[in-house]
């Protein structure tokens, strides 16, 4: 078998294998421990960096939230004013047809109005032709009756100087039988 000694100095050794084993595994464990501790500190700086974008990006939600309310009113208000447009436009519609009939109305009327105004201007032509050839036969009448007054003045005064003659005449007469 094997001596005692030799055991006990080996299993000392092997304790002190192990002691330093333990030491060398407890001083890397503290190494590591000691990163870990680098590590956790650098991951809780980055979670903290990341609850920062987290709360940076829960802003910039709400702003979008409130971006899309916005545009939510804005297109509500896009889609009253194209309901005006539709009004208006209708009410263009209106007009047009409205003009439309004042034109034509306007056109019936002037048409009317040019036929009715041929008319009476022929029926005034008409008058005035007969007034022309009334006051015509007027005019020949009154130079007819101009030249029959010119002719029995004519022959009256004709008459008269005869009638004045014969009484000149036997005016001379009875004064010669006077005297």
Do not use: C, G
């Not at 084993?21 to 903290?48: P, T």
């Amino acid at each position: 078998m094997a001596d005692p000694m030799d055991l006990n100095a080996r299993v000392t050794s092997i304790d002190e294998k192990l002691d330093r084993w333990s030491a060398s595994v407890d001083a890397h464990v503290k190494q590591f421990d000691d990163r870990f501790q680098l590590v956790d500190e650098r991951l809780q700086r980055v979670d903290e960096q990341f609850q920062r974008v987290d709360d940076r990006f829960q802003q910039i939600d709400e702003r979008f939230q409130q971006v899309d309310q916005r545009f939510q009113q804005v297109d509500e208000r896009f889609q009253q004013v194209d309901q005006r447009f539709q009004q208006v436009d209708e009410r263009f519609q209106q007009v047009d047809q409205r003009f439309a009939a004042v034109l034509k109305l306007i056109a019936d009327e002037s048409q009317n109005n040019r036929r009715h105004n041929e008319h009476e201007a022929e029926k005034t032509r008409r008058h005035f032709d007969i007034v022309a050839e009334q006051m015509k036969s007027e005019r020949d009448l009154a130079l007819d009756q101009s030249l029959a007054t010119n002719e029995r003045l004519t022959r009256l005064t004709a008459t008269t100087a005869a009638d004045h003659k014969s009484f000149d005449t036997r005016i001379t007469e009875l004064e010669k039988r006077q005297d």
